[in-house]
């Protein structure tokens, strides 16, 4: 732990421009809230003390804080507005007796690493600063404070653009609203802050300048790549920052060992764990606590949520949330796996197949245009095509119970609670109501009756008709 370290985060704001319900910095972004990736970069900086300022929607926003890390301070912002008055409550939550450096981060910008942060707390401490700016440079810095550095190209100020002369608005390097400040300096400069200026708030950045008219040396570090530090306003930022993450995120994956033929269409959450040797292919959505193990081939058109998908394991064209597929099992295409699917080793669950708190055994085979819902199927059964699980009678769920090495004839209904004997079978159409003792064949008895000429009378004149009557024709014998 780093005992000289406390974090600040600012997630007071509204973030009215997201047009949403939902408090901006509990969107979510690879599978976790926006904020939970500005906490995962406070976690790996280790500090001693990690203190977010909440307001909108406080009680959300607090329990997602908490959620991701536990033991984070929660400080309320009063009615006083403005970033300057979010710090200074955050310093006051601090111990008295903490003496270190207090980094400032904002709860809406998700992609500032921590690698990032430790290079400017580094030159922040060995420079002895008592204040430090992240800065950026953008090819179109509308919107944002500028750095202005002197002749010698060391720091000067930050101007608001709103306040900045034709020439300051021609700098490129802006303020990404980070910063590293000593504690005590810092103390002493947020007691000068007011509100006295046109929004009526309490800037951070009259900090700097404050520090900078004391005499204290402040200095402002471009991060290597703007996007590092962009920040999330409304929707169309936040799918340029989710495009921009994943692209990451799969690249890492790639040279992880994990074969990804289409980048631009694989979106894989934070979360999802996958071995070497995995194939991706298009069109494949992994969230949530995916994994997928060595030699799996997923896609294309899948998608996964909190699934375990064992070794070399095919699964295609295929929505799963909640399954585990076992090793070699094969699934799709067109599937739907609902919460509870178990496939085991070498399984299969093929195409048109819906299943849903379903454990099948090794081996075993939903093939074709079948539902499985509440069902236990052991070892090396098949399931003809057609079958339905009737687990629903109105009011209450039931369930059944399939044998091992059980083969059940197409368009079959198991009309639950049921339990079919290991080795049994099942005519086709049949709908079992009753158990099926073990080796036993269940059929329902209904013998076919065939009318004839029944066409001809009740149809005549259509196609079907004519054509019955040129086939009867065709095979009556012609008189001498």
């Known amino acids: 732990m780093d005992n000289n370290l406390a974090i600040i985060v600012l997630a007071a704001g509204q973030g009215t421009r997201m047009k949403s319900a939902v408090p901006k910095v509990l969107h979510p ?22 203190v977010a300022v909440v307001r909108h929607e406080r009680d959300l926003v607090a ?73 950026a440079r953008f090819d179109d810095p509308t919107g944002y404070g500028r750095i202005v550095r002197n002749a010698e190209g060391a720091f000067d100020r930050i101007v608001e653009q709103k306040d900045a002369t034709d020439d300051e608005l021609a700098i490129d390097e802006v303020n990404a609203g980070v910063y590293a400040f000593g504690v005590n300096a810092l103390r002493d400069q947020l007691a000068n802050l007011t509100t006295e200026n046109s929004q009526g708030e309490k800037y951070l950045t009259d900090v700097i300048a404050h520090l900078r008219a004391a005499g204290s040396e402040v200095k402002a570090r471009p991060v290597s790549e703007p996007w590092l530090v962009a920040g999330i306003n409304d929707r169309a930022q936040l799918s340029e920052t989710a495009a921009r993450l994943n692209a990451l995120i799969v690249r890492g994956w790639q040279l992880n060992g994990v074969s990804i033929e289409d980048p631009a269409t694989t979106w894989i959450d934070l979360a999802v764990r996958i071995e070497p040797d995995v194939t991706i292919r298009p069109g494949t959505q992994l969230k949530g606590a995916t994994a997928i193990a060595t030699g799996a081939v997923v896609g294309p058109d899948t998608t996964l949520v909190d699934c375990e998908i064992g070794a070399n394991a095919v699964v295609k064209r295929t929505d799963a949330t909640l399954a585990v597929i076992g090793e070699g099992a094969s699934v799709g295409p067109f599937a739907y796996l609902r919460p509870g699917t178990l496939l085991g080793a070498d399984g299969k669950i093929g195409t048109f197949v819906e299943t849903k708190n379903a454990r099948i055994g090794d081996s075993s085979k939903v093939p074709h245009l079948s539902y499985v819902g509440d069902a236990t199927i052991g070892e090396g059964s098949n399931i003809g095509a057609g079958s339905i699980f009737a687990n629903y009678d109105g009011v209450n769920k039931h369930s059944s119970i399939i044998g091992s090495q059980v083969r059940t004839g197409s368009h079959g209904v198991f009309v639950a609670p049921i339990r079919i004997g290991d080795g049994a079978y099942t005519g086709a159409g049949t709908v079992v109501r009753k158990d099926v003792p073990a080796g036993a064949l269940a059929v329902n008895v209904a013998p076919q009756r065939n009318i004839e000429g029944w066409v001809l009378t009740h149809r005549a004149g259509t196609a079907a008709a004519d054509a019955a009557r040129a086939s009867v024709e065709a095979e009556t014998p012609a008189e001498d």
Not at 40 to 49: E, F, I, M, Q
Not at 117 to 132: I, K, N, P, Q, V
């Open 29 to 50: 972004l690879a599978g976790a809230p926006i904020i939970a990736h500005v906490l995962a970069t406070a976690r790996a900086l280790d500090a001693a003390h990690v």
């Open 63 to 135: 329990e997602a804080i908490e959620a991701e890390l536990p033991g984070t301070i929660i400080v309320d912002q009063d009615e006083v507005p403005g970033t300057g008055r979010a710090v200074e409550q955050a310093v006051v939550a601090l111990p008295d007796d903490f003496e270190g450096e207090v980094l400032v981060l904002n709860g809406d910008v998700p992609l500032l690493n921590a690698s990032t942060l430790t290079e400017m707390l580094e030159r922040h401490r060995a420079d002895g600063l008592a204040g430090s700016v992240l800065s």
